[in-house]
Structures are given as C-alpha cells and as structure tokens.
C-alpha cells in the first residue's frame, strides 16, 4: 500500500475516534499512536492524572497527561500530540 494511501485510511479511522475516555483502565496494554500516525508505544499503566505510556524497542518511558490523549477507538489510543513532542514528557 502506497504511503498516499496508508495515510488517508488513518485520517479516515483518527475521524472516527471518540471523544472521550470513559473507563480509563480500558486503555491499558492498548497500542498508542500519535497525532502525526506515528506509533508512540504501548499504554503501560493509568493514574489520577495521567497515561503511562513505554515505547517499543529503546523502551523510553513517558508520563502524558490525560488531556493530551484524544481518544480511544476500542483497539488504540490515539495523541493530541506528535511523536516529536512526547519526548518533552520522558520520564
């Protein structure tokens, strides 16, 4: 599949992404993605506050606020936020 491609069917499934977190738990071993479609890790745990979120491969860990992630779509989390900015919350 051309990049072209690829990239549109992501815009489509981002659209179809909901609003809100409910349960928050839910999240929990679910893949993360940023807002530029890059693959940011895998959720490792959830606090009051905030998303625990480990990167595969170098293993970086990072500690986003809740108000950053923009949704859930029952298979994976997706970011406000681009993979270059996640870094500014490594733990």
Avoid: C
């Amino acid at each position: 599949m051309n990049k072209y491609l690829n990239n549109s069917l992501m815009r489509i499934r981002w659209n179809k992404m909901a609003d809100s977190i409910v349960d928050w738990e839910s999240i929990v071993h679910k893949n993360v993605r940023s807002k530029d479609f890059e693959d940011a890790g895998n959720v490792d745990a959830v606090t009051d506050d905030s998303v625990i979120i480990t990167s595969q491969g170098d293993r970086k860990e990072y500690s986003l606020p809740k108000d950053q992630v923009e949704g859930y779509n029952g298979a994976e989390v997706t970011l406000k936020i681009s993979l270059s900015e996640l870094e500014s919350y490594k733990v």
